[in-house]
């Protein structure tokens, strides 16, 4: 299958420790679908909630499609995501743990269909962040270093 990125959620590996990650279709419209193809989704400030034994993507923007007209749905609307029922009360029960929420991490095209990637993720703490992000200029040093060695 060819998979092709659409959207990546930049800030949920900073602020969340993820354990598991799981694979959703999502419902969308036509119109939406059009958009997507032209790369206007953003998947930044969204999470996915369970209600009713369904789980929903909520906060992922869609841009209208241009040429939609009254066909275009709202861009923020709760979409339905797609799983089977023993992935769902797996969910259910790692959201019942203190402190776990789904976390959306990628939305990308398998073959023509569109899926999400949910992430099962623990929030990190401040001082856990700036860890993170002290790791991340460590490394980033070190291969500015070794390249500079390198070249001479």
Known sequence: ??????????????NYFIDEKLEAGIVLSGTEI??????????KDSYAIIKNG??????????PY?????????PLRDRKLLLNRR????????????????VPLNMYFKG?????????????KLYDKRE??????????MKQHMSIKNMS
């Open 112 to 124: 023509s269909l569109v899926k999400v990637e949910l992430g099962v993720g623990k929030g990190k």
């Open 54 to 63: 369904e789980v929903f993507i909520v906060g992922l923007h869609i841009s």
């Open 34 to 43: 059009k958009s997507i193809r032209n790369g206007k989704a953003n998947l």
């Open 87 to 102: 992935e769902i009360n797996k969910l259910i029960g790692l959201t019942k743990q203190k402190g776990c929420s789904l």
């Open 1 to 14: 299958m060819d998979i092709k990125l659409i959207a990546k959620n930049p800030t949920a590996f900073h």
């Open 132 to 141: 993170d992000i002290a790791k991340k200029e460590a490394e980033r040093r």
């Open 66 to 74: 241009e040429q939609g007209n009254i066909f275009n749905k709202d």
